[in-house]
């Protein structure tokens, strides 16, 4: 009978530490440690694991694809209910639009957006885009961003024309009219269009183009 002895050793595994029995022939034992190191199995995620330093990791580093970030939404007006203005007209408008418009019509062209709540007085402005002479460029999605986020009831839109024309293009009926379709699946009406000019202003409502 071949004398046999056991061998009780530690074993650094990336674990809490255990203990290994270890049964073989007398003066034939010869450790591989490397071999003997277990694997490391990808435990749930939620789950504490280490690396294979042995230093634990924390969830959000084992599924960083997993992380992501939250939306803050907020709503800040900064004018008592009792001091807002109220639109009746397309004249308020065009003077609200002339009060905010921060550059010369015929500079460059922009687009702004004026919110209105249920009472149509104004919320706020939002200015959409700067052009450059001949026009300029409008995203539906960001004017309704803003408009959900100033919880507008209604909006009216103003672009000017450099060029002093007063007519709408065939692009600005377009627009209008996109502006508008958006509008009724959100419930926010566009009641108007303005085309203000250095001298007068010409509304697309009151031409029935809405």
Known sequence: ??????????????????????????????PNLKAMRPRQTKLPFGTSQTNESGVMVAKEEQ?????????????????????????????????????????????????????????????????????????????????FQAALKANACSVIFAHNHPSGNMQP???DILLTRKLKEAGKILEISVLDHLILL???????ADQGLI
Do not use: H
């Open 63 to 143: 599924e960083p694809v997993l992380r992501v970030s939250e939306i803050d939404i907020s709503y800040q007006p900064t004018i008592k209910p009792s001091e807002r203005l109220a639109v009746s007209a397309s004249a308020d408008a065009e003077k609200v639009f002339r009060k905010i418009w921060n550059q010369p019509l015929e500079l460059r062209e922009c687009f702004y957006a004026l919110f209105l709540n249920r009472a149509n007085k104004v919320l706020g402005y939002y200015l959409v885009s700067v052009g450059g002479i001949t026009g300029t460029v409008v995203d539906v999605r960001t004017v």
């Open 198 to 204: 250095p001298e007068g202003y010409y509304s697309m």
């Open 1 to 30: 009978m071949v004398p046999t002895m056991v061998l009780e050793m530690a074993v650094p595994l990336p674990f809490p530490f255990v203990w290994i029995m270890i049964e073989c022939p007398a003066g034939q034992f010869t």
């Open 169 to 171: 293009s065939d692009a």
